[in-house]
């Protein structure tokens, strides 16, 4: 018994997998249901029609007079009458079926007519309605043949007549070596046939029924479609915040998709290049306001050894190392500026070699301990005992390690202390550069990757520093497949840089 319903409860989980599996695919396709509808409405419409046939048989009734079976009838009692005369080998059978016929006759006004002839026509025996006293043969064949040519037969019979003319049949006899022929003859008796017929209705009711259902059915597909027309000319109009709604899992489902995600690629295309433009804006603007500053100075101080506005040798130095100073400033800022730009190029491309990490940021910090004592910091780094090889750009990641380092002596508040770690985590190459700092916002966190920001927003004492030299890391950093990143946490700010073993 067990095994039983192990075996049902089988049958029936396999039975709604295939019907979820079918389901799906229905779903999916929009073929799928069209047929489907199709199928279910042309089924539906025709059950409908056959059920509301009986309503429409009254009106299309007819009734018919048949005669056929009077004459089955006729026939059948010829032939049993004849076959008894046979088996007995005498006529006397024929005779006496006669004498009853002509018995009925008397009672009941039977018009019944039975002769008995002999292979000349000569009339032997008779009932009483019957004048001739001689028969010919021949025509009564020809009677009988043309009755039977003129009417449909089934097994020999007619199926249906309607015409009420005399009926006769033929049956030839040989009894005890002579040869007689049983006629029997008569109107034969009308039987009323009804009958039925489905007429146009039920058809007309069934297409009908059939076109209301599939295109109720089919709307909600339409609507879709029409849904999907007035999204398009939405977005065709410039609106591409537009969005389509989606509905089900069929072809115009993923057709919604595609063009909601056309709509926002181009979207995003066109916020891209208004958001380049206005990058393009604001650089010109900061590199004008940062190159016109330091300009300006070195045109001033120039100015005034020019006029020998100076009282002293002392005075003419100090103007003369200013102005060189403002000069080198200027010419950092053109050299950052040209290098950031380099960078944005979609073309720039990595010369990548295998590089021992710990041995370069030795090295960095080694060129890097005069400029830290002179400005009394001390480096404090945090390497593994072994190796850490990469494949990078050794040129431009010195140039990203260069300004953290730099940008740690230059700022660092408290005991001067510089923390420089080196760690494998989570298949990555994890370095950080921290110090003590004053507060950082994450507000401003998030703007000291930016181009030309500065803590000290004040344009009017520019520093040393040319505001690009995050930026210029960042996008170092990214062109290695990794990424950097800046906390403030315990009044020290870390900036942190993940790279990968492989790019």
Not at 286 to 296: G, Q
């Amino acid at each position: 018994m067990k095994r039983i319903f192990k075996l049902f409860f089988k049958l029936v989980g396999l039975i709604t997998h295939i019907g979820e599996k079918i389901k799906n695919n229905i779903q999916r396709s929009i073929r799928m249901q069209l047929f489907t509808t199709f199928i279910l409405c042309a089924l539906g419409s025709f059950v409908v029609s056959r059920a509301v046939l009986p309503l429409f048989e009254d009106i299309n009734e007819s009734a018919i007079v048949d005669y056929s079976f009077s004459m089955r009838v006729m026939y059948f009692q010829a032939h049993d009458i004849a076959e008894l005369a046979i088996q007995e080998n005498s006529v006397d059978s024929i005779r006496q079926s006669i004498s009853q016929e002509n018995e009925k006759m008397e009672n009941h006004q039977n018009t019944l007519k039975m002769i008995v002839t002999d292979e000349d026509g000569e009339v032997l025996y008779k009932t009483k309605q019957v004048k001739e006293e001689h028969i010919d043969l021949h025509e009564e064949i020809r009677n009988a043949m043309s009755f039977t040519m003129n009417q449909p037969f089934e097994e020999g019979f007619p199926s249906i007549v309607t015409s009420r003319e005399e009926f006769s049949t033929l049956v030839p006899l040989t009894l005890q070596d002579k040869k007689y022929y049983f006629i029997v003859s008569g109107l034969p008796q009308g039987e009323v046939i009804t009958s039925t017929s489905e007429g146009p209705i039920p058809f007309f009711i069934g297409v009908i029924l059939f076109i209301l259902s599939f295109f109720y059915i089919t709307k909600r597909k339409m609507t879709q479609i029409e849904s999907l027309a007035e999204g398009v000319m939405e977005i065709a109009k410039g609106d591409l915040a537009y969005r389509i709604e989606k509905k089900g899992q069929d072809e115009i489902a993923l057709l919604t998709d595609n063009i909601n995600q056309m709509a926002e690629e181009i979207m995003s295309s066109i916020e891209m290049e208004r958001k380049v433009e206005q990058q393009k804006n604001d650089l010109i603007t900061n590199v004008s306001h940062d190159l016109r500053t330091p300009l300006t100075s070195i045109m001033g101080y120039l100015r005034l050894l020019r006029e020998e506005k100076y009282e002293t040798k002392e005075q003419y130095d100090e103007y003369l190392k200013i102005a060189f100073s403002k000069s080198e400033q200027l010419k950092n800022l053109i050299d950052d500026l040209f290098d950031y730009t380099k960078l944005m190029n979609d073309k720039n491309t990595l010369v990548r070699q295998q590089v021992c990490l710990n041995e370069l940021l030795d090295q960095l910090m080694e060129e890097l301990v005069p400029l830290a004592e002179q400005k009394q910091r001390l480096f404090i780094k945090h390497f593994p005992e072994h190796r850490i090889f990469v494949a990078l750009d050794s040129e431009k990641m010195v140039r990203v390690f260069d300004n953290l380092l730099i940008n740690a002596i230059n700022y660092s508040a408290g005991d001067g202390k510089i923390l420089v770690s080196l760690e494998e985590q989570d298949n990555l190459i994890r370095i950080c550069v921290a110090n003590e700092s004053d507060a950082f916002t994450a507000e401003e966190l998030n703007s000291l990757f930016e181009r030309f920001y500065k803590k000290d927003q004040s344009r009017t004492n520019v520093t040393e520093g040319s505001g690009l030299g995050l930026a210029i890391a960042k996008s170092i950093v990214e062109l290695h497949g990794g990424t950097i990143h800046a906390k403030y946490k315990n009044e020290t700010l870390y900036f942190i840089i993940s790279l990968p073993f492989t790019s």
